[in-house]
């Protein structure tokens, strides 16, 4: 069975890395990523397959070309076994429950749950004892359409670090079995101490729980205890009186996706900085997930603009790559004929990686003696590569990548510590370290179908930021608290400027180089979506980005672009 199985472990790694794309049809060309190990020559002016369009200056001068060598960083690339797949991470089991336990019923609060022996109720949403308490709540907390609401979990944990939850706060995902309807009813997320503080009834502990249907959407249940029983209490609780979900009949549409938007078919609007166009394409009623079908025959008459658009970031992307690159003496060669495009990437005239299909951000340190890239053909779901001044260093398939950039002078890096794991065995945090010195830590939830929590870094203009879970983290300050915004995500450079998504309360909105426009949309389709659902994924590329947004009782497919 081991074969089988390490063969499931390799097509979830594709999987994976198809997720973080948008939908693509089949490939051109089928010629594998593969590292090259040359020999080079010393030369200060190399003949390139592309002329790199880009000249030195007094403050990036050409530096002497090195002697490449791969650096042992990281492992080869190997292949995968059943220990390295990457997988969503396992959730522990609680111990059995006492028969001695109590059940809790609250019919307002459509909930039940069992608590120990002993303790007594203060309020009609509060139990207490002499070893704990538990306390429920609901909390306003609008639901998208691919809901998002562990964000509230990581701001949780990282609110005052580490004074609520210790230096190790853990983040685990929860969701409630029903046995006697053997189906599950409700998810959500628990924060609790980690490791580094042993639990006392002081201790608190927090589960935000997404109500299931029939109860309205836009609510969340909030169970508060003492650290040590959270597990215990959060295995038992049970939603009441909700509907049984109906069995899929294979059958992905609805009459509404019939239904033409009452809209205008198209809306342009032009702000400092930004070209929006809006194109209306079914109405509310046509669920973009449980009408998949149906929804995407809406859309597929927009295919040229969204093959534009790609074309347009491919041909920057590659100008100004070569144009870091020239003063080393790399270049890439693009094939935008490829479906999906793909880069080469060359030194002087010899190939280095080919097939590449996701090129990461090219800084630059101040001395301008060396410089940072990442590189992928996620295509085949090859792992990633970084690419210094005279190196490559590539990643095994449980290695994300992306993950560092020049700050000025320093490189600044973020990585998963492998100490202080949850109790299913998961990184708990991430680090960034400025050189050697760590800068920054902060709480993260564990890995999903989608990957590893934590987005690419940024470098530019001496700020640093990555994203984990739609909260945005820039110079070590979590921008959320910041500007007072639920969730940020996506977030990017465009044209060398910052931009994102934001909802601050029911409304979602924009910002590009600093200034939120005003919000627009009642919900815009986000998250780390996987397979199916990754159709939908926000596409942010160097030019703008596309995606998909509700506005009274409409539908949209958006295009945003930088002015010229």
Known sequence: MKPIRNLVSLLMVITLAACSLPAATARVTSEPTRLVVPTFTETNSPSLAVRPTGTPTATNPPVEMQPFTPVATSSPIEPLTEERSVLPTPQPTPSPIPD??????????????????????ESSTRDRGPDGYFELAQQAYPASVFDAFGTACVLEANKNYPAVYGAYPSILRWQSWDPAQQTWAGNGCIVSPGADRTATPGDRAVLFARYPAPWPRDWLLVLRTDSAHMDA???????????????????????????????????????????????????????PWKDFDGFQARERGFNGQKQAMLAAAFARDLEQANRALAPFGYNLIGHPEDIPRTFDLYRGESPLLTGLTRLGPITVNAAGDDFVMWAQDTFTGTPPVEVRRGSLAPLTAWEGGFNNAWVGPDLVQYTYP???????????????????????????????????PAGALWGWDHHWAF??????VQNGVLQNQKLGLDEMFDWRLVDGKPFYFFRKGSAYGVAYDGQPLPPRYEDVLHGQLCCDAAHYNIASLSTGAWFYGLRDGTWYLVFVEASA
């Open 100 to 121: 001695s336990w109590q059940t809790y019923t609250n019919p307002a609060l459509h909930v039940k749950l069992r608590y120990p022996a002993g303790w007594r109720a």
């Open 233 to 287: 209490i959060a295995s038992t609780l049970q939603f009441t009186d909700y509907a049984t979900p109906t069995p899929q009949n294979g059958v992905y549409n609805s009459a509404a996706c019939a239904l033409d938007p009452k809209s205008p078919a198209k809306v342009v609007r032009q702000t400092d900085g930004l070209v929006i166009t809006e194109y209306a394409i079914a109405m509310a009623g046509c669920d």
């Open 418 to 452: 492998q100490d202080h794991l949850t109790p299913a065995g998961a990184p708990s945090r991430v680090e960034v370290k400025r050189g050697d010195q760590v800068i920054f830590s902060m709480a993260i939830p564990p890995a999903g179908p989608a990957g590893m």
């Open 467 to 472: 994203e984990v879970e739609n909260v945005v």
